[in-house]
RNA sequence: GCCCACGUAGCUCAGUAGGUAGAGCGCGUCCUUGGUAAGGACGAGGUCAGCAGUUCAAUUCUGCUCGUGGGCUCCA
């Protein structure tokens, strides 16, 4: 008995495949909801869908419907199949190389003589189609490894005979749809008639297995959903983070500039920027000091002799500036630590006095590469808020909890989702057993104990420490490494860091690096594309504009300007001889969070007109009720921007 | 660094099949005193990224340099 659809109705009879679904014009949508109810939850069995396969233990089981994580994965894989199989017959000698699904959709790589431009995505999506609407089953079979090899050296896939003389496995499994037959583990879509709501988005070089060294191949990304609507979403989705981008946004809130001919990848913070970055780093010296640290200063130089000491001469040089005068060469510090090492170590230190922690937002200089550069969010100097704990290893796991502590409450206060990793021992590390297990313990006991989610990358961690990493998530979707807490036992050593203890003996510290929004540059790249540029009123550099209707309301604007201004509101006034409306649509545009109108009738009541950014009018309102509006919203950090906020 | 694309007015972009360039916004001056997203007129602004080469002639073609954008991790 076949699938029916009768209008909203349908009829699953048990046994029925994805296939029979397709075949009785059902999409992934509905046919997930028919067979929710009789499987739960959406799952079903595929195995019988697939041509070639008889099913049982060792077969591809497919329990998934396409628009489920699993099914999605399975639908982009196979879409890359397709493209492959598009461009091999529109550029017969386009070699094949791979060809994931990846997190929005999935690329493949080819090796060309003229590397693919985004000229031929036309050609190329119109053949997929093609090869799409045929309905091509994909079959699969097992050969071992010189029978495939063979396969693919007859056909010239040299890519794909490297790859199997690679594979440690005795057979391997092949996917063919029509004549493209590729290396695959699968598994694979039943047929190529899933693959209809897709898009060829952008070019790109690649290196073959992602190794400089390796030949550059041409990269096609491309995403696919099961629906058309899915499809659409994405893509406005795309467009929304690009009205986002903070180098756009930037430019239009007139908050920094680079000049790229003078100084690449080095930021010029213009009066708005700066007064946001202000605002922030007051309010993080602020939470320092309530915290307990303490703020010092180290110079931007300090000489080679000090980096060799480190380490940093001999591992991290290729990314240091470095000056000579006068016969003695300076390194540009890339971080803050051996500053604050050479602080603590001024003086012999009490086991009473630790823990100690040095606060600096310290500017550094790292020189990236030239084509890592992005914007605020990667760049060659920045400024970190940066710290370092030197404490008793009885101390690790208390310090660890106040820092962690601290990441949770910023976070949350600007409104970010984020992730948190630990990282442990690598294979090449210094440190004893004990070092590491009591450094990794108390990483992890801190965690559990402020009672916050995390995972586990086993020997992630750096050769001198463990750490904990945390990334926030931006409006595209890109997550972004911000704070990082590092133990490290090699600098104290190097550094030969003591301190007294109880028992008159010398001992050695531990120390933490630790920095929280790590980049104050990425961290305000990251929020402007977060909050679209409408600051809430505590960070918005301008949180309120007077605008009057004609001359006559300048004086009262004036005054109620100075009001303001005296009860600590950042407000201008627009006086200028324009009409009312072209003041609304510039203020608006500049994402000003008050609006305040003055014309005759507000004159009169000695008050003015409350209009929000969104379009909100609120009224009229005296001086004094403004005043509580606005410093009551700043209480509410994102309360009327963040997400919340939408372009009109 | 490497691959592809790109670099024209402050911004967003058009244009020149080789004969030194335009629009809108913004900016300036003047007119307009106007009630919640653009009132009008006139005007100023460009070594067409930089350096070389080909040519009678280069912003346009070629090469190099600088810079920008998308990528270069996610195992067939």
Redesign the pocket.
């Known amino acids: 008995m076949d699938i029916m659809v009768e209008g909203n109705s349908v009829s699953v009879p048990d046994g029925s495949s994805f296939a029979d679904a397709l075949k009785a014009g059902l999409s992934g949508k509905r046919f997930k909801a028919a067979v929710a109810a009789r499987l739960g939850d959406g799952l079903f069995d595929l195995s019988s869908a697939i041509p070639g396969n008889s099913g049982g233990a060792s077969a591809d089981i497919l329990a998934v419907t396409l628009d489920t994580p699993e099914g999605l994965e399975i639908l982009r894989h196979s879409t890359a199949h397709v493209m492959a199989a598009a461009v091999q017959n529109l550029f017969p000698d386009a070699k094949v190389t791979?060809?994931?699904?990846?997190?929005n959709g999935f690329y493949y790589d080819f090796d060309v003589k003229k590397?693919f431009?985004v000229d031929d995505f036309e050609a190329i999506e119109a053949e997929m189609s093609r090869i799409a609407k045929l309905a091509l089953p994909y079959t699969r079979r097992v050969l071992s490894r010189d029978e495939?090899v063979k396969v693919f050296a007859v056909k010239g896939e040299t890519y794909?005979v490297e790859?199997?003389e690679d594979?440690d496995?005795a057979d391997?499994?092949l996917y063919q749809i029509g004549d493209f037959e590729?290396?695959?583990?699968g598994p694979h879509l039943p047929n190529t008639g899933f693959v209809r709501a897709f898009k060829l988005l952008?070019?790109?070089?690649?290196?073959w297995?992602?190794?400089?060294k390796n030949k550059?191949l041409?990269?096609i990304?491309g995403t696919v959903f099961a629906e058309e609507a899915d499809l659409k979403k994405y893509l406005n989705r795309l467009e929304e983070a690009r009205k986002r981008?903070h180098?756009?946004l930037g430019?239009e809130l007139e908050l920094f500039d680079?000049h790229?001919?003078v100084a690449?990848?080095m930021v010029f913070w213009h009066p708005k920027g700066m007064l946001v970055r202000t605002i922030i780093e007051d309010f993080l010296r602020k939470e320092h000091l309530k915290r307990g640290y303490e703020l010092v200063q180290g110079p931007q130089l300090l000489r080679r002799e000090l980096w060799e000491k480190s380490g940093h001469y001999a591992n991290y040089r290729e990314n240091m500036y470095f000056t000579e005068i006068e016969g003695d060469v300076y390194g540009v510090k890339p971080m803050n630590c051996l500053a604050h090492m050479l602080v603590y170590g001024s003086k012999l230190r009490s086991y009473r006095e630790l823990p100690v922690r040095f606060a600096e937002l310290g500017v550094v200089h790292r020189h990236e590469?030239?084509?890592?550069?992005?914007?605020l969010l990667r760049v060659r100097q920045f400024t970190q808020d940066d710290a370092h704990i030197i404490c008793r290893p009885d101390q690790l796991e208390d310090e660890i909890i106040g820092v962690i502590t601290l990441v949770r409450d910023l976070f949350t206060l600007f409104d970010f989702s984020y992730k948190i990793a630990v990282s442990t021992r690598p294979e090449k590390c210094i440190g004893t057993d004990e070092d590491w297990e009591r450094a990794t313990g108390a990483l992890i006991k801190a965690l559990d104990k402020v009672g916050i989610q995390y995972t586990i990358n086993e020997g992630d961690g750096a050769f001198y420490g463990p750490k904990i990493d945390v990334k926030v998530t931006d409006s595209l979707e890109r997550e972004w490494q911000c704070s990082t807490i590092q133990c490290d036992f090699t600098l104290p050593e190097r550094f030969e860091l003591v301190y007294v203890g109880a028992d008159g003996d010398r001992h050695r510290p531990v120390m933490v690096h630790r920095a929280i929004l790590g980049s104050l540059e990425r961290f305000i790249g990251i929020l402007v594309e977060h909050c679209a540029g409408a600051f809430p009123a505590w960070l918005a550099p301008v949180q309120a504009r007077l605008l009057?209707?004609?001359?006559?309301h300048d004086e009262f604007a004036q005054k109620a300007k100075d009001a303001l201004l005296r009860a600590g509101i950042r407000i201008e006034a627009d006086l200028r001889?324009?009409?009312?409306?072209?003041k609304?649509?510039q203020a608006?545009?500049e994402k000003i969070p008050y609006?305040l109108?003055?014309?005759?009738?507000?004159?009169e009541a000695g008050g003015v007109?409350v209009?929000l950014?969104n379009?909100d009018?609120v009224g009229l309102k005296t001086l004094d009720e403004v005043k509580d509006i606005i410093l009551a919203d700043c209480e509410q950090p994102f309360k009327n921007g963040g997400m919340n906020y939408r372009f009109?």
């Open positions: 791979i060809g994931p699904a990846i997190e590397p431009s495939a794909k790859l199997i594979l496995a391997v499994s590729d290396l695959c583990r952008s070019v790109a070089g690649a290196y297995r992602g190794s400089e550059m041409s990269r990304y981008d180098r756009k430019r680079f790229e001919d690449p990848g590469m030239s084509g890592a550069l992005h914007g009057t209707v004609t001359e006559a001889n324009e009409k009312l409306g072209y609304v649509r608006q545009m609006i109108v003055i014309g005759d009738k507000e004159l007109n209009r950014r379009g009018t009109s």
